[in-house]
């Protein structure tokens, strides 16, 4: 059994002020708390993992290749692999939310180690 508390893991910048810190990682899943900056952007990007989520706290609108919904508390989301999404924080606050990747990101694993 492995129990994580969130605080005694530290952050990294996954891309400028956006903040992560990977608070658990098996053979085939990470969770992965990401920290938006208020008005805070993660750029259009794509990865060949699944990923999976969760808003913790905050207010973004997330898009995809031929969508955008705002998602808020409480709303949980999915990008397929290989999809092209972004996110943009709507609020003056820091957004939560937590990832779930399934592989784990090596890269994140690999910044986390620094």
Same mark, same amino acid.
């Given at each position: 059994?492995? +129990? +994580?508390?969130?605080? *005694?893991?530290?952050?990294?910048?996954?891309?400028?002020?956006?903040?992560?810190? +990977?608070?658990?990682?098996?053979?085939?899943?990470?969770?992965?708390? $990401? !920290?938006?900056?208020?008005?805070?952007?993660?750029?259009?990007?794509?990865?060949?993992?699944?990923?999976? %989520?969760?808003?913790?706290?905050?207010?973004?609108?997330?898009?995809? &290749?031929?969508?955008?919904?705002?998602? !808020?508390? %409480?709303?949980?989301?999915?990008?397929?692999? %290989?999809?092209?999404? *972004? $996110?943009?924080?709507? +609020?003056?606050?820091?957004?939560?939310?937590?990832? $779930?990747?399934?592989?784990? #990101?090596?890269?994140?694993? &690999? #910044?986390?180690?620094?």
């Amino acid at each position: 059994m492995q +129990i +994580i508390r969130p605080t *005694s893991v530290k952050p990294f910048s996954l891309l400028g002020e956006v903040e992560g810190r +990977i608070v658990l990682s098996g053979d085939r899943m990470m969770f992965l708390l $990401v !920290e938006l900056p208020p008005r805070g952007v993660v750029p259009e990007h794509s990865h060949p993992h699944e990923q999976m %989520g969760l808003c913790l706290r905050g207010r973004a609108e997330f898009r995809s &290749e031929d969508e955008r919904t705002v998602v !808020e508390e %409480g709303m949980f989301y999915r990008f397929r692999s %290989g999809e092209k999404h *972004s $996110v943009t924080s709507l +609020i003056d606050s820091p957004c939560l939310f937590l990832d $779930v990747f399934s592989p784990p #990101r090596e890269d994140y694993l &690999e #910044r986390a180690r620094q």
